[in-house]
């Protein structure tokens, strides 16, 4: 049998797993990642972090099994800045939900023709993504700025910084999906655009090289056998949505997933050329390597599982996450709505200005009829989302595949169903991400076919829609209501 190291290097933690060559996984192993916060609206991690989180994970795996080929995800947008020859990062990794570089993004406003940018790249001119926060970098630390237009510092995501980082400098790359992500890649030429470049003011010189996603890139020793190191080869990259995607088998046109956690982030394969949104969606780099490209949509949802934490660390209404399927089956009030924005409304809204709120409250309103609200809206902005990809596309998926935490709660899951009137399959696999990279290294590696993956696909559990087209209605015409409330309340004029 042969075996497959797959790396998953998440916002919270590092997952490593052992896939065998059917795909399955055998072992798996998570180092957990911490995270600071300096002041309101900074998301931090210390790089050396990063590199350790991976080697934890990976270290215990690489005793016990042969590796025939390793794969690596990463968080997407979080980058490093470091110096090329001492390796020592010059900045911290700044995550993706850092919103340091809005000041960047409405500076830049009046300049940039909002539809040439998402041509190129797929994407809003956003905090979101890696430039402008590079960029209020540079306006902020001008000997960083210096030194790196000197040539004298290297920029990566957190896969490039990783690599670099176990490879002493050896390879500093990235491949099309991460690159894709920063707001300075030309999506349809496969390549850093010189015009976003000189928009931005970063250098040519400390980007990494774009490698293909599948492939030999080289060896990595991810963490040491029995403690005396081992060189892996590496045959895939992708940044971790994209890698769910591809663990949950959506291969064709019009397929598409759900990866809970923290957020949700949806992503629907759209076949080998860009199209662009008209509903508030991003166009995104799923893959492309030796003739095989995919394009996506992508809509990410920013708040789901933490909501979920919010009912049971803030408001104290639940015990633990759990709990909150059986809360919201013992609700008696279907009038209550939460809109669930504790971070905004990203997709396909995209107001970082709006707050949650809850409507429909009164003197009987209970914890229970919270929690089913938040779950609701749970649904809603997933509802959101898919119907904007259906009506991008032209075409509704065949069912909608999910994963992660969220996706084992019951309730949520046939709401979503519900409002969807859609089947909702969950992965058998708890993680098809760190999966699905470990099965594209066995595509370039193994010679693994998408039919192959395609038939080992499994769900655990499946939901079909139950509910009336009287009351879908009646609940997302409530929740459109509270929705455009919220917008009201919170100023009209979107801040994007």
Known sequence: MKYLLGIDQGTTQTTAVIVNELGKMIEKNSAQLPARFPQAGWVEQEP???????????????????ISAAGFDNQGETFVVWDKDTGEPVTPAIVWQDTRGESVCKA?????????????????????????????????????????????LKFGTTETWVIWSLTQGRLHITDPSTASRTLLFDMNKFEWDEDLLKLFDVPRSMLPEVKPSAGYIGDVDFGGRDGQGQALPLHALLVDQQAALFGQACFNAGEMKCSFGTGSFLLMNIGDKPKLSNNGL??????????????????????AGSAVQWLRDNLKVIP???????????????????????????????RTDVRGAMFGLNRSTGSDDIVR???DGIACRVYEVVTAMSQDLGQAPPHLKVDGGPSGNPYLMQMIA???NL?????????????GIANLAGVSALGTSFDELSGNWKSETSYLPEMSEEERGRKLSQWNKAVEAVKRFHGDEVNK
Request: net charge neutral.
């Open 373 to 375: 609200a938040t779950l």
């Open 282 to 303: 991003l166009t995104t780099v799923g893959w492309n390597f030796n003739g095989h490209t995919a394009y996506a949509f992508d809509g990410g949802i920013f708040v």
């Open 108 to 152: 830049l406003a009046s300049n940039v023709d909002p539809e040439l940018l998402r041509r190129k790249t797929g994407l809003l001119l956003d905090s979101y993504f890696s430039a402008p926060k590079l960029k209020w970098v540079f306006e902020n630390f001008p000997d960083i700025r210096r030194k790196a237009h000197e040539g004298k």
């Open 320 to 350: 633990d996450s759990a709990s909150s399927n059986d809360a919201a089956k013992r609700s008696t009030d279907s009038g209550v709505v939460v809109v669930p924005a504790l971070q905004g409304l990203a997709a396909p809204h995209w």
């Open 418 to 420: 519900d409002l969807l």
């Open 48 to 66: 050396a972090d990063i590199v350790r989180t991976v080697k934890e994970a990976c270290a215990p795996l690489l005793a016990k099994y042969e």
């Open 423 to 435: 089947e909702v399959r969950v992965s058998a696999a708890l993680e098809a991400t760190a999966i």
